[in-house]
């Protein structure tokens, strides 16, 4: 990896514009969406209570994430409310993740670790044959100590030629299906931790175009949940009938105990907002 492609790419990176929240299986923007893994994977009588997540950036269909970083303006931070686990045998990033040694370290797969689209070594998960994640400017030391991750001056990328950028499948802790590029994993110790931070992103959109976005602030919370989804119009067209009506009231007030799941006033909870919300949606919903 040549450096000074490193130093440019980041260099070019800059503030302009924060990430808006909501639903995002018709993303028009740029956002973070959470997956819950699994609960007490790691074996409870060892490390207590944990929670393993993965974390994704969710864009509209065929653009491509190339570089999560921070700088003055926009750090590159993930910190928890507990303590991230780290196995002895991996690292900050998934270039880490040597899928030969799970047979002989199991816990390895429950690893904390920053990506681009690359799940270990051999761009498992990815479109990729290998993982070509570079970084630069990070001190992973309180990270590989179970603290937070950050930085101001650095981050992470891929070359525009690298396949792992692009977007694959997957579903949220809601069960949504959507598409987007892995940028993390991170398992939490301690009963209810969260998982929260803040990033500037790079990519291509579908034109070949660069796009760039800061996420000020995400937060997921204990299921999975992310506050920072890109927002899509007429949420509380909850049918999809294309109005939002008396159906729509009575289907939110239906699923009013699932939680944060049922939020459409893109808060990532759910509260009296949500009926305003609809209400104040009330009619045909408008054309995209």
Do not use: K
């Not at 065929?62 to 303590?83: H, V």
């Not at 045998?89 to 797969?109: C, E, H, Q, V």
């Not at 630069?136 to 990270?143: C, E, R, S």
């Not at 590029?181 to 398992?187: A, P, R, Y």
Request: hydrophobic residues 40%; proline residues 3%; negative net charge.
């Amino acid at each position: 990896m040549d450096i000074r492609i490193a130093i440019t790419t980041l260099a070019a990176l800059h503030l302009s514009g924060a990430a808006s929240a909501s639903w995002f299986y018709t993303a028009s923007e740029v956002g973070i969406a959470g997956e819950l893994v699994g609960e007490n994977l790691l074996p409870d009588q060892t490390w207590g209570a944990n929670r393993t997540y993965r974390v994704w950036v969710v864009m509209p269909a065929g653009w491509r994430l190339e570089a999560i970083a921070g700088n003055d303006d926009q750090s590159l931070r993930f910190s928890t409310s507990g303590a991230f686990y780290q196995d002895p045998f991996g690292g900050g990033t998934s270039l880490s993740i040597n899928p030969a040694f799970m047979d002989l370290a199991p816990d390895l797969a429950w690893d904390s670790w920053i990506t681009i689209g690359a799940q270990d070594t051999n761009g498992g998960g990815s479109p990729a044959s290998a993982n070509e994640l570079g970084h630069i400017g990070i001190d992973w030391t309180d990270f590989e100590a179970g603290g937070t991750l950050e930085t101001t001056n650095g981050g992470c990328w891929i070359l525009p030629t690298h396949a792992q950028g692009g977007e694959v499948a997957f579903s949220d802790a809601c069960g949504t299906n959507g598409s987007g590029v892995l940028i993390g994993q991170f398992t939490l110790l301690g009963e209810g931790a969260t998982l929260e931070g803040s990033m500037l992103l790079q990519g291509a959109d579908a034109f070949g175009e660069t796009w760039q976005r800061a996420i000020a602030s995400f937060a997921i919370d204990p299921d999975g949940v992310s506050d920072a989804l890109p927002q899509v119009g007429c949420s509380a067209d909850l049918d999809s009938d294309g109005t939002v009506d008396v159906n729509d009231l009575l289907d939110l007030l239906g699923r009013w105990a699932i939680g944060a799941c049922a939020d459409v006033s893109g808060d990532a909870v759910m509260d009296s907002d949500d009926f305003l919300y609809l209400v104040g949606s009330w009619g045909p919903c408008a054309a995209n």
